[in-house]
């Protein structure tokens, strides 16, 4: 048992942490009533931790992370590393909403409106507290208005429609809002078309 632990701490020491995450595992399976089981599970969500890359890349190991963390806080509630537990989530779902904006404002800015809208309303639904929240509801606002002028006649009514409501979301939320100016203009504009 210790040997099985001690092989999966030295692969953890040499930084190799996929090794590490692997026998760590191997050790939380094959001794289940072991005293050293709960620092096994930390120690393999930290593996995942060291494994998450920055946000541009693949998230992957990031979810991983989380995953096991939370795990661990739900297997030991008044376990040793809770504490710190509950920091790596926040960091890594930071991490995660970092990606998703980043995402979003891809689609935006290469002026794929139809994903954008979709990529920014998802965004804000798995995010609600970002601190990207005033932009994001604005680009939302701007890719329905720009999807709706770029629309076959046929479809424009309904977008427009459709960048009324992104507008009241972004008016009600922030009426002082930075986009402000531009967002009266583009509604000005939809009820014009209208």
């Not at 509630?77 to 990606?99: D, F, M, W």
């Not at 009266?184 to 014009?192: L, N, S, V």
Request: overall charge negative; glycine content about 2%.
């Amino acid at each position: 048992e210790k040997i099985s632990y001690y092989i999966a701490h030295c692969y953890y020491e040499e930084t190799d942490f996929l090794m590490a995450a692997y026998y760590f595992n191997r050790f939380i399976i094959s001794f289940p009533t072991s005293e050293l089981k709960e620092t096994a599970q930390y120690y393999m969500s930290l593996c995942y931790y060291y494994n998450s890359p920055k946000p541009s890349l693949d998230q992957t190991y990031t979810k991983k992370a989380i995953d096991a963390f939370q795990l661990y806080i739900n297997k030991y509630p008044q376990g040793t590393y809770v504490k710190e537990s509950n920091t790596y989530i926040a960091e890594l779902r930071k991490k995660l909403e970092i990606k998703a904006y980043t995402t979003a404002k891809l689609y935006y800015t290469l002026e794929d409106y139809k994903a954008a809208v979709v990529a920014l309303k998802n965004c804000i639904l798995e995010y609600p507290d970002t601190e990207y929240r005033e932009e994001i509801l604005y680009m939302t606002f701007r890719a329905a208005f720009m999807l709706a002028e770029k629309s076959v006649e046929e479809k424009k009514q309904d977008r427009y429609e459709s960048a009324i409501d992104e507008y009241k979301n972004y008016i009600d939320e922030f009426p002082q809002g930075s986009w402000i100016k531009e967002s009266e203009r583009m509604f000005a504009a939809i009820q014009k078309n209208i």
